[in-house]
């Protein structure tokens, strides 16, 4: 990997010996066959938390279908922190093979093809390469757009306010809080946890009870981690729960572009 793509990709630098990083395709079959046995995160060299899956039986199934929406996002990254190499060109043919495994297990009475489905809008994914034809893509802007500075004096107002923020070191809940629909983001820090550790966090409905209903976490973490994500999530009433082990501290925050 070279200096140019990891510095494209946020990784730190690593000398000219260093072993190749991961390959994505052997990451991918590795977790839909064996992801319950945590070999996909022996291979990645995540030992602590392979022994942890191997041990829970792949979190009974709910932690081997959160490591498949990391991996098929192209999230996913070995011990050293580099992604995986080959996800750009084998993605397509994995979210096909991954997706026609789970039709099979639907029609066998299992749902987790609806879940991977819905919420493969919302995992945040890490570029793999540049798009050239986005700059093209892009609509020119209209005579009416470039002519209207009473929408850009709108614009430069907007600033992102504070929704919610909350703290804690376990598993914490906040109260409820509203959402308007408009462009929002998440920031977050967990400390501590190199070893054993792992965190997610939810932004739920108000009404869903996580132990009973279920869902799926916006950011999964298996060790310290700072970083901010976009949030997709419409108009409504909800309330922040965040899952921790072995951290020393975490911040979470919540807001909105108004």
Same mark, same amino acid.
């Given at each position: 990997?070279?200096?140019?793509?990891?510095?494209?990709?946020?990784?730190?630098?690593?000398?000219?010996?260093?072993?190749?990083?991961?390959?994505?395709?052997?990451?991918?079959?590795?977790?839909?066959?064996?992801?319950?046995?945590?070999?996909?995160?022996?291979?990645?060299?995540?030992?602590?938390?392979?022994?942890?899956?191997?041990?829970?039986?792949?979190?009974?199934?709910?932690?081997?279908?959160?490591?498949?929406?990391?991996?098929?996002?192209?999230?996913?990254?070995?011990?050293?922190?580099?992604?995986?190499?080959?996800?750009?060109?084998?993605?397509?043919?994995?979210?096909?093979?991954?997706?026609?495994?789970?039709? *099979?297990?639907?029609?066998? /009475? %299992?749902?987790?093809?609806? #879940? !991977?489905?819905?919420? $493969?809008? &919302?995992?945040? +994914?890490?570029?793999?390469?540049?798009?050239?034809?986005?700059?093209?893509?892009?609509?020119?802007?209209?005579?009416?757009?470039?002519?209207?500075?009473?929408?850009?004096?709108?614009?430069?107002?907007?600033?992102?306010?504070?929704?919610?923020?909350?703290?804690?070191?376990?598993?914490?809940?906040?109260?409820?809080?509203?959402?308007?629909?408009?462009?929002?983001?998440?920031?977050?820090?967990?400390?501590?946890?190199?070893?054993?550790?792992?965190?997610?966090?939810?932004?739920?409905?108000?009404?869903? *009870?996580?132990?009973?209903? /279920? %869902?799926?976490?916006?950011? #999964? !973490?298996?060790?310290? $981690?700072? &970083?901010?994500? +976009?949030?997709?999530?419409?108009?409504?009433?909800?309330?922040?729960?965040?899952?921790?082990?072995?951290?020393?501290?975490?911040?979470?925050?919540?807001?909105?572009?108004?």
């Amino acid at each position: 990997m070279s200096n140019h793509i990891q510095q494209a990709y946020g990784a730190p630098g690593y000398p000219g010996d260093q072993a190749p990083a991961k390959s994505f395709v052997a990451t991918w079959l590795l977790s839909l066959f064996f992801g319950f046995f945590g070999v996909d995160r022996f291979y990645l060299g995540k030992i602590g938390t392979g022994v942890l899956k191997l041990l829970t039986f792949g979190g009974l199934g709910v932690w081997v279908l959160i490591d498949w929406i990391i991996i098929l996002t192209g999230s996913m990254r070995d011990k050293s922190g580099r992604l995986l190499d080959g996800y750009a060109k084998y993605r397509l043919v994995a979210w096909i093979v991954t997706a026609a495994l789970l039709v *099979v297990g639907m029609v066998s /009475g %299992g749902s987790s093809a609806a #879940m !991977l489905a819905k919420t $493969a809008a &919302d995992v945040p +994914a890490v570029s793999q390469q540049a798009d050239p034809s986005s700059a093209a893509a892009a609509p020119a802007e209209t005579e009416e757009e470039a002519e209207d500075p009473v929408g850009e004096a709108v614009e430069e107002a907007a600033t992102w306010q504070e929704v919610v923020t909350m703290e804690g070191g376990t598993d914490k809940s906040s109260s409820t809080f509203e959402l308007t629909g408009a462009e929002a983001r998440m920031t977050y820090s967990f400390a501590g946890g190199e070893d054993f550790a792992i965190g997610a966090i939810y932004v739920l409905e108000e009404g869903i *009870v996580l132990l009973e209903d /279920g %869902g799926l976490p916006e950011v #999964m !973490l298996d060790g310290p $981690a700072e &970083d901010e994500t +976009a949030l997709h999530k419409s108009a409504g009433t909800y309330y922040l729960d965040v899952n921790a082990a072995n951290f020393s501290g975490w911040t979470v925050t919540i807001e909105e572009l108004r």
